[in-house]
């Protein structure tokens, strides 16, 4: 089991305020790394002390850094990497897009793109880059960037899976698959998770039809989606680059 453990890793995650970023966050600290936190929140102290037991205060760190600040995100990252020399890099960010004051769709979508797949895959790129030679990277995927959305499970509800949203983790995929061809001979691997729904309260009828789709009846929690996030970057998957692992419940198997 020691293959799995992460002692002596510094392992940087964006968007680790965020639900599945929480979740990752407790299994990458319960795994023995030390955690530099990226987010957007002022006080990401507190809120990291408001959820996390004080012993592993002493494994994580908190910056506050935006990934959709793109002109010069290349440079941030690498003098993050001087000050914090890390050894694996989590995209949990899900920069969603700005209201748009023009009430163009088509803008809309184009920015949620935007944001979403440049915020992953240009702070995958600008990582592997600053970790070279050894590293390890592992991006926040999608069922929805594999398989195409069952639209029945939203019937009577006010939910709904934009189009944006599939393209984005979509995209994501393919670039993590282009960057492990393209940094894989400088020792990087680059991974995908991709979750089905994740638990978060969510109410019927939408929770029992969505349900109803998956295999074992439920949705995952988020920390069975950090398990996988901790997989990926820890030797037990030394020999593994350029792959997606569903956390579906069976969704897409079927």
Known sequence: MQMFRLEGRRIVIAGGLGRVGRGALACLLEAGAEVLVLDMVTDGETVLESFLDSRCMEQVAYERLSVTEFPGLNGRIADLWARYPFDGWVNCAY???????????????????QRHVGASCLCSEAAAEAMAPGGSIVSLGSVYGVIGPDFSIYNGTDKFTPSAYSAAKGAILSHARWLASR?????????VVCPGG???????????????KTLLGRMATAREVGAAVVFFLSDAAGCTTGEFLMIDGGMSCV
């Open 95 to 113: 920069p969603a897009a700005s209201e748009d004051e023009s009430g163009c769709p088509e803008t809309s979508w184009l920015e949620a793109v």
């Open 183 to 191: 940094y894989g001979s400088k020792g990087i691997r680059v991974n």
């Open 198 to 212: 994740v638990q978060n309260n969510q109410t019927e009828p939408f929770l029992g039809q969505y349900n109803a």
